[in-house]
Nanobody, 113 residues
Framework: QVQFVESGGGLVPPGGSLRLSCAASGTIASFYVMGWYRQAPGKAREAVATVTSGGTTNYVDSVKGRFTISRDNAKSTVYLQMNSLKPEDTGVYYC???????WGQGTQVTVSS
């Protein structure tokens, strides 16, 4: 089964930017949808952004206009560019493909001054 390894998280001040990467151990071309998810402290995990194999993207309302998801099937990697970060974006970010019922270790994003 394909494993997903997230990276690129860190501590940034409000208004800062981060670029997350999700490297898959196998091809992601077989996944129609790839997505980024996050779990904030004390909250349920939520979908943040998804991208289809055809390039159609979808975002949760709270990140629209600030986050951009992209996928590179040749590199088996999915990216999440996060700009104008807010404290409420803090959480552990995960990625996975549709139909996958397991999670990687995630990458911690902390937005704080």
């Amino acid at each position: 089964q394909v494993q997903f390894v997230e990276s690129g998280g860190g501590l940034v001040p409000p208004g800062g930017s981060l670029r997350l990467s999700c490297a898959a151990s196998g091809t992601i071309a077989s996944f129609y949808v790839m997505g980024w998810y996050r779990q904030a402290p004390g909250k349920a995990r939520e979908a943040v952004a998804t991208v289809t194999s055809g390039g159609t993207t979808n975002y949760v309302d709270s990140v629209k206009g600030r986050f951009t998801i992209s996928r590179d099937n040749a590199k088996s990697t999915v990216y999440l560019q996060m700009n104008s970060l807010k404290p409420e974006d803090t959480g552990v970010y995960y990625c996975k493909g549709d139909g996958v019922d397991y999670w990687g270790q995630g990458t911690q994003v902390t937005v704080s001054s």
